[in-house]
Nanobody
Framework: QVRLVESGGGLVQAGRSLRLSCAAS????????MGWFRQAPGKERDFVAG????????SSADSVKGRFTVSRDFAKNTLYLQMSNLKPEDTAVYYC????????????????????WGQGTQVTVSS
């Protein structure tokens, strides 16, 4: 059974940092794209940051550029999201996602391009 399990969320003050982790089990996503999305109450699930399956290409949303960094530990089959200088508008449930449909150097940005999802972890940033 394939599982993605996020951890590291919580309540922090604006300006602080958090690191989210996404541990994959059941199969390796070594050559597949993985990404982070977030969903605030009443809003759609939006792309935050992601990595391509081949090479080191990454991409992040304009709203988090310069503050969030995505990385992977292939040996641990784990995806990370380092979040710095957090703002109240970053408050959301953060989801990890992986796709088995692509093996290339393209970062996938759309919800529909991913077929495995974690259960989500809540990040709340107070002002």
């Amino acid at each position: 059974q394939v599982r993605l399990v996020e951890s590291g969320g919580g309540l922090v003050q604006a300006g602080r940092s958090l690191r989210l982790s996404c541990a994959a089990s059941g199969r390796t996503f070594r050559w597949n794209p993985m990404g982070w999305f977030r969903q605030a109450p009443g809003k759609e699930r939006d792309f935050v940051a992601g990595m391509a399956g081949i090479g080191s290409s990454t991409s992040s949303a304009d709203s988090v550029k310069g503050r969030f960094t995505v990385s992977r530990d292939f040996a641990k089959n784990t995806l990370y999201l380092q979040m710095s200088n957090l703002k109240p508008e970053d408050t959301a449930v953060y989801y990890c996602a992986a796709s088995t449909r692509f093996i290339d150097s393209v970062v996938r940005l759309s919800v529909s391009e991913y077929d495995y999802w974690g259960q989500g972890t809540q990040v709340t940033v107070s002002s």
